[in-house]
């Protein structure tokens, strides 16, 4: 199994092509919780994967306007019909005018509506599977105020009651990001 840790960064060049892969799990916005990527790379499915890839960054939702997602396509010139972005946390599979935008949702700290200690993900090739595995949340939250987290009690909150996708994507789409 391959891991891919991040695409090219500003004046880095092109992505490197790999060629023909079978089988791509896609994980997304781990945000340090141990317990929750190691659920997930613990899954048959990702362990026998060709390829995995972290991705993040770049805010789609379910609601994004099929306008957003061509500005997109025509800004950072996707020529392929499928586009895997991760960063708002919430797990999608929608197409928009030929263009199938995938979130695997998030590994570490996800946006759902969901059970605590759900860690989201997808298996891609031929077709987009999108995925979640349960794991230990109270073992998660422990081990982040063990390390001293600043941030602990605020993580645990969103581990046991995250927020509300519908909130999220309302919240997600009002901004406007400049270039």
Do not use: K
């Amino acid at each position: 199994m391959e891991t891919v840790l991040h695409g090219p960064r500003d004046g880095e060049g092109p992505v490197p092509r790999l060629g023909p892969v079978g089988r791509v799990a896609v994980l997304s916005d781990v945000h340090a919780n141990v317990a929750a990527l190691a659920a997930v790379l613990d899954e048959p499915d990702v362990r026998a994967a060709d390829l995995v890839v972290f991705c993040g960054d770049l805010i789609l939702t379910p609601g994004t306007s099929a306008e957003r997602l061509a500005e997109v396509r025509v800004r950072f010139g996707f020529a392929e019909p499928t586009l895997v972005s991760g960063h708002s946390h919430v797990q999608f599979d929608r197409t928009v005018d030929g263009l199938r935008s995938v979130n695997p949702g998030s590994v570490g700290l996800p946006y759902h509506d969901g059970e605590p200690g759900t860690a989201y993900w997808a298996l891609l090739g031929p077709d987009v599977r999108l995925r979640r595995t349960r794991y230990d949340v109270a073992a998660a939250i422990e081990r982040c105020h063990a390390v001293g987290d600043p941030a602990a009690e605020r993580i645990a909150g969103l581990l046991m009651a995250p927020p509300a996708v519908a909130g999220l994507i309302a919240h997600a789409e009002a901004l406007r990001f400049s270039d």
